[in-house]
Structure formats: structure tokens, C-alpha cells
């Protein structure tokens, strides 16, 4: 495993929170370009305030990638497991979805 880019293994330690969303609602965010980081917010702060150094390091790379990248990961994880969330977060035509949440992430680490 890379320590400088996102893998499908990276992917498969959280498949659960993936699949947390049924794909009917995650298909809804993505298509109305919801702010999920902030909608959630208090849990996305205690997700982020309980992370292993390691995690943190993970958390790092993924908000230094392009979307491209991560999509590219969502595409493999789709073509492993069939997840219909998956092929959602992999689909180009949500890019905004995932540019603003990974920019709310941001935001709350500053």
C-alpha cells in the first residue's frame, strides 16, 4: 500500500461508513450538491477529533488529491464490490459534490 496516494484497501477499512447512506439518498445529495460535512457537522467534528495519527495521515492525502484521483478510487472500489454508492462517488457528473465536501473537511481541520 501507497503512503502517498488513496487505495481500495485505504477504501475497504471503511466500506461500513460507505454504506451508511442508502444509494436512493446519496444519489439525492449528490445530485442537489448538499453540503453533507455540514449538515453532519457535529459528528463529522467528533469523527475527526477521535482519528489515530495515522488516519490523520490518510485524511492528509486524501484532501491533497484531485477529485479525479479519489473517483478513480471509487471507480475500483465500485468494480470490487458492486456498491452502488460507490459508482455514485465515482460518477464525473458529481465532482461538485465531492470538490465541496472535501472543501468543508478542510475548512473544519483549519
Not at 26 to 47: D, G, H, M, P
Not at 78 to 94: D, V
Amino acid at each position: 500500500m501507497s503512503e502517498d496516494k488513496i487505495t481500495y484497501d485505504d477504501v475497504q477499512q471503511y466500506e461500513k461508513m460507505f454504506s451508511l447512506t442508502p444509494s436512493f439518498l446519496l444519489e439525492r445529495f449528490a445530485k442537489k450538491n448538499t453540503n453533507l460535512v455540514l449538515k453532519f457537522e457535529s459528528k463529522a467534528r467528533s469523527f475527526l477529533s477521535n482519528l489515530s495519527d495515522h488516519q490523520k495521515n490518510k485524511l492528509n492525502i486524501v484532501l491533497n488529491s484531485s477529485v479525479e484521483e479519489l473517483q478513480a478510487v471509487m471507480a475500483d472500489a465500485y468494480s470490487r464490490t458492486n456498491k452502488k454508492q460507490y459508482k455514485i462517488l465515482a460518477n464525473p457528473k458529481y465532482r461538485e459534490f465531492i470538490e465541496l465536501n472535501i472543501n468543508e473537511v478542510r475548512k473544519m481541520i483549519e
